[in-house]
């Protein structure tokens, strides 16, 4: 058990060493975002070739993968990256020498014909540049957009047009497990692609705006143009509050609160448990009440804007309708899978009742 917290914190150490090079290398940063986002290949194929170089087991088994045609999930591929702690391992894989096995592995073969070579970089590829970009960037979108861009390829061969549709979903999959991304979110994402090939980003925009006012999720002051257009669906709405948690707490107890709540960001890390915290605080003594989860998620935010494991304001608003919702799935409930709903699940019950016996202690 002490060995895991002592890795958990090692991680997170890790990852705070990543956030701060990015906020010191913006620039940078925005070139390569601005390349992987445009689906330049160039940076794909060097990944390929040093992955290959450094780690060719995990090159061989994602070989194996690619070419079995009954595969159709890539969990060997994703196990194998967790095992071998892949993020850590980015970094000596960009300090030495990428050994040249264009020659000598198949993978490289496969991974030229899917991607190509690019001639010029703009920017040099680096193990934080890299890691910065896995976690902080749009690496999910941009690695589906970039597969579906191999997809429009008229020359490319029936079996990997399969494993591109493929590898698209275990990437979203990966992505909504680790919580890194909601449903809501890529329906958010995949709206707006299909808007920008149509042509009709102005009515996707505004639908987008008058969903969000009826959800009661604005985050921001709307055009009067837009208001004009929607205010019609929201009489008598109350504005959302705009302001830090602590301003909500009982003065006697924020400091000790605020402490508390930070630590369990750091350990909860998915959107659902970080919405938790919302539906207990609405029980509790508050100075000024929390109205809906569109101020839960503003509050957080701007608490713990040096929290990096802290999702974003979209996600833990989404996070909090999808728990306040009648949604229902397949999960553990009374020590039996059943359908219920996401916050009746024993898991989200045992959270739960733990935040409330600590946070009434504090308060």
Known sequence: ????????EKFEAFKAGVLKW???????YNEFARIMTNC???????????????????????ELTWGDD??????????LVSKENLPQKIDEMFSVPVPDTEKKCKWMDLARRMVGMKPKMKVRLSAPLLL??????????????????????????RIDRMKCSLASKSIIAVSIKGGYR????????????????????????????IKDIEAGTETAPLPEAVKEEVQHLTPGRKKSKA????????????????????????????????????????????RQPLLNGVEYATA???????????????????AVGKLAGTETQLLDKDGKKQMCRYIESDANQRILEQLRSDIGKII
């Not at 896995?134 to 008229?154: C, I, R, T």
């Not at 957080?300 to 989404?318: A, I, K, N, Y």
Request: glycine letters at 2%.
């Open 182 to 209: 909601t449903k809501e979110d890529w329906e958010h994402y995949f709206a707006m692609e299909k808007a920008n090939k149509d042509d009709t980003t102005c009515e996707w925009a505004l639908q987008d705006v």
């Open 22 to 28: 990015k906020n010191e290398h913006r620039e940078e």
């Open 70 to 79: 009954g595969d159709e999930t890539f969990d060997s591929i994703f196990i």
């Open 243 to 286: 302001c830090p948690l602590i301003d909500y707490l009982p003065a006697d107890s924020s400091e000790t609160l605020i402490s508390y709540i930070r630590s369990y960001v750091t350990t909860h890390q998915s959107a659902m448990l970080q919405a938790l915290p919302y539906f207990v605080l609405k029980e509790m003594p508050l």
């Open 1 to 8: 058990m002490m060995k895991d917290k002592e890795n958990k």
């Open 132 to 157: 910065s970009w896995l976690f902080y960037g749009k690496s999910f979108e941009s690695m589906v957009a970039m597969l579906d861009k191999q997809m429009s390829n008229p020359h490319i061969e």
């Open 40 to 62: 330049d290949e160039t940076f794909y194929y060097q990944i390929f070739k040093a992955v290959s170089g450094q780690m060719r087991h995990v090159a061989r088994e994602w």
């Open 300 to 318: 957080m935010t701007r608490q713990f804007p040096d929290v990096s494991e802290l999702l974003s304001e979209h996600s833990l608003r989404q």
